[in-house]
């Protein structure tokens, strides 16, 4: 008897995936995977627009609450960033039924609120990586091809090489972690390293939200910060002279963070996996 | 025996004052007390270049407690916004004198930061309100002047009209606001009006800041929620369909904070003053 597909169900809690992008990765998992051993579901709801959005807080906290309490998939994967996802918490808050906890979840960018809101329930498969949006990316197929390998053979290459299964380990665009900060599903990185990256922000709001979120107490119990790739920052009408790293070496300094380096990820197609919490050996 | 002058002390927390800002300010003044009842010193830390800053932050730092700590000044004023306020506070904390609780402190933007630092603290003369550099705005003058009238003489036609001496009141930039959110200096404003304005950030991201602030418990112990103006908001690739207000009363409504109306506070000319905590009648 053959083994059941991994079956990967794909939702959009921001902004609309475009049905080209869903059917070139469509595409992709079946080159990878000719066997039919992956098998994956993008959500309608992906393609919807309704302003904004990928269709109305309603349609899209449905859309999640779904595939995630569906005991037939395996994987609830985002299908991309752009906003929306923190307006889905309370809802999906509301709606999780058992089944949501034996699934792995995917994402990174806006998607991280959703990851940080699970993982602050206990969920235990929940990870910052490439999504299928990234596909569009120059290279993307080898991060759609490395959300796969994590995702249905959690293949350790596909890792952020850091990642230890001695220490737990989170990551987060540093916009979306500092506007979780205080809210009752910021993470708790207490042990943990903490992996941060950012994208087409001014260098000076990188640095207000590194002084945000490092100013925060509970956040000062993580067991180090390393810094993943900050990506297409504007220029400033005034220069801001120190680098990302200068800027995340002085916040680790004031708060007693320790400083472990960089990290492997980043709004770009060579963003490793970084799976929440402690990696199985 | 002739009163002795009002004095003033302007500090920059943030980016530099240009010199011919500054006299541009005190010629104001001037014209407005010709009796000299107001001296306004303008530290020479206000126009130093340091990167993106008016100096570098233990220069910083130091000017503002130079004349915070000094009970020659009656005020402290906040030249300008535009980043930096939040790399002083812990120094600042450190270094308060007891003649810091005695005097006024005026500014809004990125000086809110400090305003919530003091406001935490337990000082009890600290308002959101316009700033020198505001002089360069279209009707700045005005704006200058109402300043002065608070500053000096307590005015009540300088109040933003809702301020009552019944119900304490705050007032910050939303983005600022969002960013002291879990730290320890994030104002209580339990009982307190909470007023909000925004420039030059996306409408998305007005969205983003709200959920974040108004998801914080303590925050939802507020007695309302008035929002004043969102100037030059940029339009966005994909347009966000809600306006400002929409957001505002949506989160109002979400949090079970209540919606309050608007505030005659924004950056611009018009900017009223708010006294934070209960107006003295």
Known sequence: MSRPPFRIGVVAPGTPLE????????????????????????????????????????????????????????????????YGACRLVEGVFAGLAPAAADKAYLGYSDAGTLLAALYSRGFGRVAHGPMPQDV???????????????????????????????????????????????????????????????????????????????SNPAIRHAAGLRLGRCSDIPENDRPFVLTEEEIAREWCDRSGIPWLGRADIGHDADNKVVPFGRRSA
């Open 19 to 82: 049905p080209a992008t869903a059917e070139e990765v469509l595409a992709l998992a079946g080159e990878l995977h000719p066997d039919g051993a992956v098998e994956i579901a993008v959500h309608p709801q992906c393609f919807l627009n309704h302003g904004h959005f990928a269709g109305d807080d309603r349609t899209r906290t449905a859309a999640f609450l779904e595939f995630a309490n569906d005991p037939a998939f395996d994987a609830v994967w985002f299908a991309r960033g752009g």
């Open 136 to 214: 569009r990316r120059a290279g993307g197929a080898a991060a759609v091809e490395r959300a796969l390998a994590w995702l249905v053979e959690g293949r350790a290459d596909a890792l952020e090489p850091s990642v230890s299964p001695e220490v737990p380990a989170v990551a987060f665009n540093i916009t979306i972690l500092s506007q979780l900060i205080g809210t009752p599903w910021q993470p708790d990185v207490s042990g943990h390293v903490l992996m941060l990256e950012e994208v087409s922000e001014y260098m000076y709001r990188i640095d207000r939200s590194l002084c945000h979120i490092t």
